[in-house]
Structure formats: structure tokens, C-alpha cells
């Protein structure tokens, strides 16, 4: 089984990903991850993210084993990362990877922003997890601070809002709901509450797929 879970920054998909894979047994990729390795591979190296022949080399050349790294959560990779992941050819060179990561048995939960559009297109579930931009700020602001990190909540919230535009604008592979994504919005749900929405939603599929 293959299940996609998309939406922006903060929505609540990573959670919800993690998860549904622990309790389905399946693998489950960041695919934001990614990106976010490639854009810190660029700026190491002393280039600006969107620095296009560097950017393509990174991702050509990114090494899994560097997606643990803590450093990847910071708010300059994060800002970095939607910049590189704006190059077509980025994506790419980073679509083998997580096309291979879902086909691997037993089946895997990938979250993003195309997974439903792109990576996986014939996902066996797909959801669209969505939230009200001041409640993704407050619970990004509560991340930052628990990782002792200093947030402004507005400074935070424009953060976001500049993240949204810039992923949803992009040509290639724009953050958008699949036509047969269900849509999750979880500005009014706790993390169990969302977690229990999306079970009810991959057993409603589940369920009419049996049934036909
Ligand atoms: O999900 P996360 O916030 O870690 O993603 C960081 C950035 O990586 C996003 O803002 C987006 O630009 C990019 N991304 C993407 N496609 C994905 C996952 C992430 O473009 N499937």
C-alpha cells in the first residue's frame, strides 16, 4: 500500500505520516527531507541556494545517510530548501529515489508537497492535510521553542505565508491538491484527533475498494 500525504508547512502531515506508517507497518519518507539536504549541501559548499549547477549537483549526488542530520530543521535550510526545490531539474534528480522508497515492499507513506500529484500519482490513498496559517505558525512556534530555538510568532507566520507562495507558484510540480486527494484540514484537531481523521479516511478507501 502506498499513501500520500501532502500539504504545506506546519499542516500536520509529517505527524500524521509517521503515524499511520507505525500503525499500518509501512516505511515512511520526509520527503521534504530531501531538499532540505540539497539546499544544505549548496550552502556548505559557499553557494546561494538557487545557484542551479550546484543545486543539480547536490541533489545528483545526496547521500540518505545525511537526511538524521538535526541541522536540516533550521530556518535557514528550511527557507533555502523551497528555493532549491523550485529547479525542475532538482526534482528530477530526487524522483528516483522517492519513487523507489514507495514501490519498496511492504508500501510506504510518503509526505510532501507532489506526492500525490507527481511522485506517486497511483497512490492507493492520497490525503491533502491542510490548516489555517495562524494555527501552522503556533505550532511552529512551538517546535522552534522546544528546540530552544527563539520564534517570533508574526516573523514565523510571514515566514510561512512567503514558503506557501513560493512552493505554490513554482511551475514545476506546485504544491496543489490531487483531484482524488482527500482533503484533512486540521486547524480545529489535536494530533489524535487528526491521526484518527486520516485512519477513517484510508479505511473509507480501503473499504470501498473491497466493496467494488
Ligand atoms: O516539508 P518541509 O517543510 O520539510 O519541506 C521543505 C521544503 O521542501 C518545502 O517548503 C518545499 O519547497 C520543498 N518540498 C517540495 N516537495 C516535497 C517536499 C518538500 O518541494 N515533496
Do not use: C
Not at 121 to 140: C, H, M, Q, T
Request: aromatic share 4%; net charge neutral; glycine share 6%.
Amino acid at each position: 500500500m502506498i499513501i500520500a500525504i501532502d500539504g504545506p508547512a506546519a499542516s500536520g502531515k509529517g505527524t500524521i505520516a509517521r503515524q499511520i506508517a507505525a500503525v499500518y507497518g509501512l516505511q515512511h519518507l520526509d520527503t521534504g527531507l530531501l531538499y532540505r539536504a540539497v539546499a544544505k549541501a549548496v550552502l556548505d559548499a559557499g553557494y546561494p541556494p538557487d545557484d542551479v549547477e550546484h543545486a543539480i549537483a547536490a541533489a545528483i549526488t545526496l547521500d540518505p545517510a545525511k537526511f538524521q542530520d538535526i541541522a536540516l530543521k533550521s530556518q535557514a535550510i528550511t527557507e533555502a530548501a523551497s528555493v532549491v526545490a523550485a529547479i525542475p531539474q532538482v526534482r528530477e534528480a530526487l524522483m528516483n529515489y522517492q519513487r523507489e522508497f514507495a514501490t519498496r515492499p511492504p508500501g510506504a507513506v510518503l509526505d510532501g508537497r507532489d506526492i500525490g500529484t507527481v511522485i506517486a500519482p497511483g497512490a492507493d490513498v492520497k490525503l491533502f492535510v491542510v490548516a489555517s496559517p495562524e494555527v501552522r505558525a503556533k505550532r511552529r512556534v512551538l517546535e522552534l521553542r522546544a528546540r530552544g530555538e527563539a520564534a517570533d510568532e508574526q516573523e514565523v507566520l510571514a515566514d510561512l505565508l512567503r514558503r506557501d507562495e513560493r512552493d505554490s507558484r513554482r511551475t514545476a510540480a506546485p504544491l496543489m491538491q490531487a483531484p482524488d486527494a482527500h482533503l484533512l484540514d486540521t486547524t480545529h484537531l489535536g494530533i489524535d484527533a487528526a491521526f484518527r481523521a486520516a485512519v477513517d479516511i484510508i479505511e473509507a478507501v480501503r473499504a470501498g475498494r473491497k466493496r467494488r
